[in-house]
């Protein structure tokens, strides 16, 4: 019998329960906070009190919509980290009693390591990747290659100097006016937009690192002079600022991919974390990969954003190596692999 096994995700602010029996999904529930928009980012202690409030009616709703009995489950497992210590501390937490009451073993995730896995999960026309493979992980806090030889053979071989992808998709979203998390708005309203219109650039850094703290800046510049001269400039011209954005993200995005592949010789190519749900993206992977007889490998929407599917999947994965954690285990905002 393949290991049951309950995932509980709370690393930034959205709180997630998946159950999942060996790599079939049975169920994953996802309760965003919505608390933060007014803020224009996420509010660490805001996030941790949401967590708290909603972590017991999204696992009972997780375990309620799986069709199992809590006795049922082999194992749980938690994010440990990277993320929101406060927020890491509720799921944390929660996974321990929980293994403790039930007298199940308890198994750590790293929510880096969960993104990249997401792509084991069984769904239908879902291709899974094959060994090794590079990995663009991107999102709100990371944007990471990663040379996967296993499961848990990984090793980030280039990663940003400062911001994260998603992180200039939400302040760029900011100073235009969207709410907090603006990489999916920004995504829908480039598509009636022309990505040639402005030009923005990201600064060239060398080998296979990232920087995305210079565009923010380079917007924000271009949009003070041009308000100056028209208080409606950003309404005007939404469409097209949002389009000449995403372009010019996925650009950069894509040029190290591309750097990737060559420094390697790998030509199996993943995306994950919440940027690899961009269209845009995407579709460019999909013609690079192609026209450079590459294989590329999309995660489903559902799980390319912050999930306990994933977290699910990775505990299936270390059970089956009985990969344990200890009950003083605790969660760990810079946690590495
Ligand atoms: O992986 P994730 O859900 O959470 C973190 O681990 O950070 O990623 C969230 C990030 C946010 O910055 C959000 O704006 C971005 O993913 N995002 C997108 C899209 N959907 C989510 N960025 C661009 N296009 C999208 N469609
Ligand atoms: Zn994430």
Redesign the pocket.
Known sequence: MKPLVLGIES??D?TSASILQGRKIFSNIISNQNVHIKYGGVVPELASRAHQKNIVPVIDLAIKKSGILLNDLDAIAFTKGPGLLGSLLIGTSFAKSLSLALDIPLIEVH?MQA?ILCHFIEHPNHKIPKFPFICLTV????TQLVLVKDYFEMKIIGETLDDAA??A??KIGKLLGLNY????I??YLSKNGNPFKFKFSTPRVIDLSFSFSGIKTSVLYFLQKELNKNSSFVKENLYDLCASVQYTIVKALMEKIHKCVEKTGIKNIAIA???S???YLRKELISYSKKNYCECFIPELEFA??NAAMVALVGVLKYEQKQFSSIKSTSDSKFTF
Request: aromatic share 4%.
């Open positions: 690393s930034c959205d929510h993104h999102s709100g806090g990371h998603g992180e998709f939400d998390p603006a990489g999916a920004i995504d974390g919440g940027v749900s961009n269209s954003t912050d």
